[in-house]
C-alpha cells in the first residue's frame, strides 16, 4: 500500500512541475527582439504587469502599465481582436497574466521571455 501511495505522490509532483513548465496553447514565448518588431504593428498592445513603481524606475514607451494585481479588472480595457505582448521584469508575472488572459478569452497572446531584463 505504501508503494501505491508514493507513486501516487511521485506522479502528482512530476505533473505538477511539469505542467508549470510546458507552454501554455495559446501563449507564445518571444524574445525582446522579436516583441520590439512585432510592437510596430498597429494591431498589437504592449502590456508591462510590473507595479507602477518598477514601471517608472525602467520602462519602454511601447508597454502600458497594467499591474498583475489590476489586470483582471483592467482586461475590459484590452481590445481582445490585437494581439498583446507581456511583459514583466523576469517573465514569471507575464506568463501568469498571459494565462489570465487567455482564460478570459483573448487569443494572440505573446510572453517575452526574460522580462525587462532582457529588454535592455
Known amino acids: 500500500m505504501d508503494i501505491i501511495l508514493q507513486g501516487i505522490f511521485i506522479a502528482?509532483?512530476?505533473?505538477?512541475?511539469?505542467?508549470?513548465f510546458v507552454p501554455v496553447k495559446g501563449i507564445?514565448?518571444?524574445n525582446p527582439a522579436e516583441?520590439?518588431?512585432?510592437?510596430?504593428?498597429?494591431?498589437?498592445?504592449g502590456i508591462d504587469v510590473r507595479t507602477p513603481a518598477e514601471y517608472q524606475s525602467h520602462h519602454s514607451?511601447?508597454?502600458?502599465?497594467?499591474?498583475?494585481?489590476?489586470l483582471s479588472s483592467k482586461s475590459k480595457e484590452l481590445d481582445p481582436e490585437k494581439e498583446i505582448i507581456v511583459i514583466c521584469q523576469s517573465g514569471m508575472r507575464s506568463m501568469k497574466a498571459a494565462k489570465m488572459l487567455k482564460k478570459q478569452g483573448f487569443k494572440h497572446i505573446y510572453n517575452v521571455k526574460?522580462?525587462?531584463?532582457?529588454?535592455?
Open 12 to 20: 502528482l509532483m512530476l505533473w505538477f512541475i511539469i505542467s508549470r
Open 28 to 30: 507564445t514565448n518571444i
Open 35 to 45: 516583441a520590439k518588431k512585432q510592437l510596430k504593428g498597429n494591431n498589437t498592445q
Open 61 to 70: 514607451k511601447l508597454f502600458q502599465n497594467i499591474p498583475l494585481s489590476n
Open 114 to 120: 526574460g522580462g525587462m531584463s532582457a529588454w535592455r
